[in-house]
């Protein structure tokens, strides 16, 4: 038996908190360090340009997600139900499931790009490519945005609250409909029309995880989609 609906949510509501701290804590790490280095930094002026710093948001990126996963881990181990691989769903699902997720994504890049040639919309916010072009090293940016952010992203969202949500009145669909939700609002750095793409995009990944039992499915193809961005960018910004 999870968590409750009431009680996973609360535990996530304690994640959110939590987070920003860590965030705090990276910034003033790295401005004392620059401070250090340079007797003329300015720290007024390196705190109001984070938002666009790749080196940043690398290193908060990681430092944030790794929080998350050790704080999940926690939080499955006080229940004390079973283990935390049964709890997320960190199970291997039937082969058919990575061909499914594959024509999924397929299906999903080629309306997001249709309706984005329709609405005029650029292929990358203005923030992203600032961000990556002011990555160093760009190899911990790849790292942090491909591999880390969708594996701590997906046993939150997919995996902790997912299963909260499914064994209550909410059900999967309303598990499915929530975390997309909940996963698209906490992108703040994205513009309305972002948002509701990642909310569709999260509706897909639910379903995934809720057709074939798995946090891995959604997770490779939550990887899947930002390893193409990453590789987009690069070829036209890199």
């Known amino acids: 038996t999870p968590w409750s609906a009431g009680q996973t949510l609360g535990l996530g509501f304690a994640i959110a908190i939590l987070l920003p701290l860590v965030n705090m804590v990276v910034a003033l790490l790295m401005a004392g360090f620059a401070s250090m280095a340079d007797s003329d930094f300015n720290q007024q002026l390196f705190l109001r340009g984070l938002q666009h710093d790749g080196r940043y948001l ?31 769903a960190v199970r291997l699902p039937p082969h058919s499931a990575w061909a499914v997720t594959a024509v999924a994504m397929m299906l999903y ?11 005029q919309r650029p292929l990358f916010p203005e923030f992203l490519i600032t961000v990556y072009q002011s990555a160093d090293p760009l190899l911990l940016f790849w790292i942090a945005v491909g591999i880390i952010a969708p594996l701590a992203e997906e046993l939150f969202f997919r995996g902790f609250l997912f299963v909260g949500l499914r064994n209550s009145r909410c059900g999967a669909s309303g598990a499915i409909i929530t975390t997309a939700l909940l996963w698209s609002v906490t992108h703040v750095q994205y513009e309305l029309y972002e948002k509701i793409e990642i909310f569709l995009l999260g509706v897909i990944l639910g379903w995934l995880r809720h057709r074939f039992n798995s946090v891995l499915v959604p997770l490779a193809g939550h990887m899947g989609m930002n390893l193409m961005v990453l590789i987009l960018l690069g070829s036209q910004f890199g």
């Open 58 to 88: 690398t290193l908060a990126i990681i430092a944030t997600n790794v929080a998350t996963i050790w704080l999940l881990l926690q939080f499955v181990r006080l229940r004390g139900a079973v283990d935390w691989q049964t709890y997320l």
């Open 109 to 119: 890049l080629s309306a997001s790009h249709l309706f984005g040639q329709v609405y």
